[in-house]
């Protein structure tokens, strides 16, 4: 989608910091970093969120997955672990419409969120 903010970094219209990157998904830090690590990886196709998974698409959640696992070896918190989510929505907080998931980690991640 032309207008949608991560489909323009996709683009390479808008610059990012690129953590992974492979024919499906992009990884790239969070512009405003909540944790030490915190990465957004998004698939390279515009979707909007979680809501707009079906049997067509359903498998660039299995590659975000995969490149999570990477992403946290690389950067050195899969021992100490991490957090994967991604909001829905409004009451799930969410701002840029095109699925991402954040990956958080380097410090000890409370739970519930707020
Ligand atoms: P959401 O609130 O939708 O779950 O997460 C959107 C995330 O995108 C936020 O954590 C925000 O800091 C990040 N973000 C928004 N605009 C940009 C941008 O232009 N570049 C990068 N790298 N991150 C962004
Ligand atoms: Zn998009």
Request: glycine residues 8%.
């Amino acid at each position: 989608m032309a207008e949608c903010l991560f489909c323009k970094i996709v683009n390479g219209d808008i610059p990012c910091n690129i953590v992974y990157q492979d024919e499906n998904v992009l990884a790239f830090r969070d512009i405003n970093p909540v944790a030490p690590v915190h990465v957004l990886i998004i698939p390279k196709r515009h979707i909007q969120s979680v809501r707009d998974l079906n049997d067509e698409n359903i498998n660039v959640v299995t590659h975000i997955f995969n490149a999570a696992n990477i992403i946290a070896k690389e950067l050195g918190i899969d021992e100490t672990g991490f957090r994967v989510v991604t909001n829905i929505g409004e009451d799930g907080g969410q701002t840029v419409l095109h699925l991402h998931y954040h990956l958080l980690g380097g410090r000890n991640l409370q739970w519930p969120p707020g």
